[in-house]
């Protein structure tokens, strides 16, 4: 699947891989409340690598897609990774889900969800799915005001601390 387009005029989404790196260890940096909030600790330098290579058991790396968002500097300000044909095939799950913080609330993390949500329809897929820290308020209330619905809940140990996360689902079929 191809992912690279120019979002809201000033934002450019593409694929990242090991080459960007420096980049998204940056951008973890600087998304430390995330880390905080989620895990319970702060980014080290190993988080931009576990992005970019960490697979569910039985995926293969054919079958994952890191997705950067990139201002008009080329500056890295947001990250999405996906995972095709999990947990269940056509369905595909958005991992770690971050934007910097100062561009948080402007509206890029729904248009690029949206943006992805049209590259899956275009696609055999038929689901998306997330899965969200109950403690991340506003994560949660950004899943719901896409359309996604609650499937269950499963407690977790993340990083340095256990959560409850919500397991979400949109369809795309509707």
Known sequence: MQFEQTIMQHYKIRKID??????????????????QLVEGRTPDSN?????????????????????????????????????????????????????????????????????VKNQLLQSDAVQIRICVSENNITACRFGKNLGYKELGRKKFKLGNKYNVFIIMALSLLN
Request: aromatic share 10%; charged share 35%; with cysteine.
């Open 18 to 35: 090991l080459r960007d790196e420096e980049m998204l260890f940056d951008l973890c940096k600087r998304c430390s409340d995330h880390f």
């Open 47 to 115: 988080d931009s690598a576990r992005i970019l290579e960490e697979l569910p058991r039985g995926k293969r790396y054919a079958d994952k897609f890191v997705l950067g968002v990139f201002d008009k500097k080329e500056n890295l300000i947001g990250v999405m990774d996906l995972i095709k044909d999990y947990p269940v095939k056509n369905e595909w799950i958005i991992g770690r889900f971050m934007l910097d913080p100062c561009v948080r609330g402007l509206g890029i993390g729904k248009n690029v969800h949206e943006y």
